[in-house]
């Protein structure tokens, strides 16, 4: 199992999960961060960092979200491979106009 990044993160991005990930595994997209589902150790630290509730264990995806299982499993070994790291910082960047938080 994994923990999965989900709609509330698109365009908001606040970064503040990656600070708290002892593994790294989570990655900065255009347009949300996502967790590489083969790295997560499943510890749960980043759901009560996200001020959005967007992380959830893959089990308890909510229905109308599950697409960004996959969704976080592709888009992290896309930007693996194009030689992302994971993230360990919180960034600056601010919201797009997509948050809806
Ligand atoms: S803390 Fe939540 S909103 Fe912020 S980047 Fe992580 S998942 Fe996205
Ligand atoms: S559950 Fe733990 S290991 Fe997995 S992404 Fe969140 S903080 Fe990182």
Redesign the pocket.
């Known amino acids: 199992m ?2 999965v990044i989900t709609e509330p993160c698109v365009d908001c991005k606040y970064t503040d ?1 990656v600070v ?4 790294e ?2 990655y900065q997209g255009e347009s949300q961060l996502y ?1 590489d589902p083969d790295n ?8 009560h960092e996200c001020p959005v509730e967007a ?1 959830f264990s893959e089990a308890n995806v909510p229905a109308k979200w599950t697409s960004f299982i996959d969704l976080n499993r592709t888009r992290t070994q896309e930007l693996i491979a194009l030689g992302n790291s994971g993230m360990s910082e919180k960034s600056s960047e601010p919201a797009g106009p997509r948050c809806k938080n």
């Not at 997560?40 to 759901?47: L, P, S």
């Open positions: 994994a923990f999960c708290v990930c002892p593994c595994c989570i967790i997560c150790i499943d510890c749960e630290a980043c759901v992380i």
